[in-house]
Nanobody
Framework: QLPLVESGGGAVQPGGSLRLSCATV????????IGWFRQAPGKEREGVSC???????FYADSVKGRFTISRDNIKSTVLLQMDSLKTEDSGVYYC?????????????????WGQGTLVNVSA
């Protein structure tokens, strides 16, 4: 079983909301940070947000004020609440595991990745 499983993607109109979930399996989530990345067709995978083990949250400038990351260590889940969605938010969203968020924007920092969930924001 994969250690990270994303869900919650779908199609939504601009201005709408989605909540993505990253379920973790087989390890104690409380000891780790989880990052969210996204990749649009033809573009590089980019960091969206990261939450550390002590719940410090980090966001890309493009999503600040619209996205909220949270974690539930008992349920072994990290959520990404996405509001006021824009067409440029479309892409495949991935969650990934790392020790902390110190270098969260670097893809190479992460130990494991989920399979991704597709978000499509269009009118």
């Amino acid at each position: 079983q994969l250690p990270l499983v994303e869900s919650g993607g779908g199609a939504v109109q601009p201005g709408g909301s989605l909540r993505l979930s990253c379920a973790t399996v087989g390890f104690r989530l409380e000891y780790y940070a989880i990052g969210w990345f996204r990749q649009a067709p033809g573009k590089e995978r980019e960091g969206v947000s990261c939450i550390s083990g002590n719940r410090r949250a980090f966001y890309a400038d493009s999503v600040k004020g619209r996205f909220t990351i949270s974690r539930d260590n008992i349920k072994s889940t990290v959520l990404l609440q996405m509001d006021s969605l824009k067409t440029e938010d479309s892409g495949v969203y991935y969650c990934a595991l790392e020790d902390d968020c110190d270098t969260w924007l670097s893809r190479n920092s992460y130990q494991d990745w989920g399979q991704g969930t597709l978000v499509n924001v269009s009118a």
